[in-house]
């Protein structure tokens, strides 16, 4: 998500609500390692309309004619969030177009029904493969199946390293994509991580393809598109407002929380964040 390649043309074609808070789940990947001012702020419990910058942000959304809203986190996961029927009623009143969350999709299953489309993170459906990785089991992809809207609106995201970086992890995503009618798979490189490529997928038949205002690889497997996206270059921008109440229209979200923020080197962390909300139990559901 830094964006190397931004030349100011780019529209801006989504929004994004940056939650804060504690967290379910300990992903090595985290953006949220780039952005620790944010770590003393809790948005769990806000509603939409009581969020610090919410007036600037609908303000800007509609100028930049955004298309649709997704509810997100820096370091926590938005399905944990506490009022989403409030969250997607109070988004549609004000700007009338579809919602999205972008989850890890563990907590509050049946809170995602409210949602018209959204993002799912999975590293692996091998249980000791995904925990390496996010620091527990994957998410039930039948049960989300059984309670959100339509899940052809919905996709996989699975964040690339060393570990799940191999032919088998994406074949069982892709049959469990195939048997619940998930149609599409984004395979990302990680921010401020080594890069991993693409290098497994090369024995198969790919094209590209025009995704937002980006020209990306895509994979073709029976029902099942899998892209293959390079994080720090992507032809986006978006509207965003952080847990500070900090709106920024810009797409690099590690320098957008804070005016002339700084990115942080990635080997200033042993292995992702250690803060005290991530040392503790994962947060019960309820």
């Not at 177009?97 to 999709?105: A, F, M, Y």
Request: net charge neutral; proline share 5%.
């Amino acid at each position: 998500m830094g964006c190397l390649n931004d030349d100011d043309t780019w529209k801006h074609w989504f929004a994004n609500v940056h939650l804060s808070g504690p967290c379910n789940r300990r992903c090595y990947f985290c953006i949220g390692q780039h952005m620790m001012a944010l770590d003393s702020f809790n948005s769990l419990d806000s509603k939409a309309s009581t969020m610090t910058g919410m007036n600037e942000f609908l303000e800007s959304c509609m100028i930049k004619e955004c298309k649709e809203v997704f509810l997100t986190g820096t370091n926590t996961d938005p399905a944990l969030y506490r009022h989403h029927k409030d969250f997607v009623e109070f988004m549609k009143v004000n700007l009338e177009i579809p919602i999205g969350i972008r989850t890890n999709g563990t907590a509050h299953v049946s809170e995602l029904q409210y949602y018209d489309k959204g993002s799912i993170t999975i590293c692996s459906l091998d249980p000791s493969v995904n925990l390496k990785m996010m620091g527990g089991p994957p998410c039930d992809l039948g049960e989300i199946a059984l309670h959100v809207r339509d899940i052809s609106k919905w996709k996989i995201n699975c964040v690339l390293g060393p570990e799940n970086a191999n032919g088998r992890t994406l074949l069982e995503l892709v049959d469990a994509c195939e048997k619940f009618g998930i149609p599409r798979i984004n395979l990302r490189e990680p921010y401020g991580q080594p890069y991993v490529g693409d290098a497994f997928l090369t024995a198969l038949r790919k094209r590209t393809k025009k995704i937002l205002q980006d020209t990306v690889d895509v994979y073709t497997f029976g029902n099942v598109e899998v892209s293959y996206w390079n994080v720090h270059y992507v032809g986006v921008r978006s509207v965003n407002l952080y847990a500070n109440g900090r709106v920024s229209q810009d797409y690099p979200i590690t320098k957008g929380h804070a005016e002339n923020g700084i990115v942080l080197p990635q080997d200033r962390f042993d292995h992702g964040r250690h803060q005290r909300q991530w040392l503790t139990p994962p947060i019960k559901e309820g």
